[in-house]
């Protein structure tokens, strides 16, 4: 079965439960803000007690913890761009809150530990719900993207299968159709011109069944192929995508793809390493090459993932 977008987040989100579960209840503490005996109460914070120092073993916790907090609010807030203005504050706001409650430098309302946990648990099932109800996957739709090795390494493109998915739209970018273009020309390998060649020959085929841009069907009822015109947006994609890096557009195409079909399952295929390894990390679905793919269709949903 592929990864969706939703298992990725909610395997990224319990993990950071568990963490942030045991790093609330096992070694964090908090004092009040004032007490009966200051002559001169503080007022106007933002919370009632100050955290406790945290211990060495707390600290380690909260020094592995809070990379995970911070991608999982990157690319949770890379997908909530468009979403209604309340729940994107709502979202905004609780995923703040998580990072408050891992980081333990700002005043808080919690008074107790279990008040902390049962707070932080909360706040995860919160982000969760509203995640779910953009992201839950409802429709059958599903959105192939490949990239340019998929390509080149599989071009009978009308003969590919995904054993879950009865009907797909592969989805050409603009990376992957430029390189297309520059390999059937400048490259030195003579096999990899000619399937290039190929590849761009039978997509103008396909145009002449209608807009590529719409989506043309390639084989009745199964196999449909669709392009995009422009370029990523890379301000509104992950921080630490290059936009000078060609893997790295090609991921911010397949992020705003995920984001503008958030019924849908969408997810990159590729036979790449380094492809393969960004996407795990930035927290995009990806699958092996049909041909090739002996049930690797992964996200980071598997124990130890990054």
Known sequence: ???????????????????????????????????????????????????????????????????????????????????????????????????????????????????????FSKLIDQVMAMLTEYYGTSSSIALVIPDTNALLAEPDIEQWQFEDKDHFTIILTPTVLSELDEHKVNHRNPDVREKASKLIRKIKEYRRRGSLHQGVPIVTDRVSLQAIAHEPDMSESISWFDATNADDRFLATALEVIRANPGATVFVVTSDINMQNKAEVAGIPFCEVPAQRAERCEGDAGPGAA
Do not use: C, Y
């Not at 990224?12 to 004092?31: K, P, Q, T």
């Not at 007490?35 to 600290?59: A, F, M, Q, R, Y």
């Open 1 to 119: 079965m592929t990864t969706s977008m939703l298992d990725i987040l909610r395997s990224r989100a319990e993990r950071i439960r568990g963490e942030g579960v045991r790093l609330l209840g096992d070694f964090s503490g908090m004092r009040p803000i004032n007490t009966p005996s200051d002559p001169e109460p503080i007022i106007g914070l933002p919370g009632s007690h100050w955290w406790n120092e945290l211990p060495p073993e707390g600290k380690q916790i909260q020094a592995r913890l809070l990379p995970e907090v911070d991608r999982l609010a990157e690319l949770t807030r890379a997908l909530a761009r468009n979403l209604p203005g309340s729940s994107s504050q709502k979202l905004h706001a609780a995923l703040d809150t998580i990072r408050e409650a891992v980081e333990q430098d700002r005043a808080t309302f919690w008074q107790t530990r279990d008040e902390a946990v049962d707070g």
